[in-house]
């Protein structure tokens, strides 16, 4: 489950329904197939993307946009597929954000716990440098 920010950007929630925005959120790839069952493309700037076992999965925009451009233009030998989230790709990924947003949800709960115990035991009776209010540190 989640919920969107003012930009719509996919911001997980942890398991108590608190947004965490320390979970990573998912990355999109897209996947092309390719005639070949290797193959080396070279984007513009000279970054490479090589197909394996007739696929090229990326999240790398510059190559996106590139393959893209030229499918468009007519480039034989590869198809744009479809665009898939980081759990089609590595499905442990689902597993990594639950237990990463039930161990921060956890330490949110320790730490305001720690908060608690910490705000008994402080009374506000010491000034700023150290000594008690109404005391003379030369003891005159």
Avoid: C, H, W
């Avoid at 233009?73 to 639950?98: C, Q």
């Amino acid at each position: 489950m989640s919920i969107s920010d003012n930009k719509g950007v996919r911001i997980p929630k942890t398991a108590e329904g608190m947004v965490s925005p320390t979970v990573p959120l998912q990355k999109k790839f897209q996947i092309y197939t390719s005639m070949e069952e290797s193959v080396t493309y070279i984007t513009k700037t000279g970054k490479k993307a090589s197909t394996v076992n007739f696929q090229l999965v990326t999240a790398d925009k510059e190559i996106i946009d590139y393959l893209n451009e030229e499918i468009e233009l007519g480039l034989p030998g590869i198809t744009k597929g479809r665009l898939v989230n980081e759990d089609e790709i590595e499905p442990m990924a689902v597993l990594k954000r639950k237990i990463i947003a039930e161990y921060l949800a956890e330490k949110t709960k320790k730490d305001e716990a720690s908060q608690e115990e910490l705000n008994k035991y402080t009374t506000g009776i010491m000034s700023t440098n150290g000594v008690l209010s109404g005391a003379s540190a030369s003891g005159i």
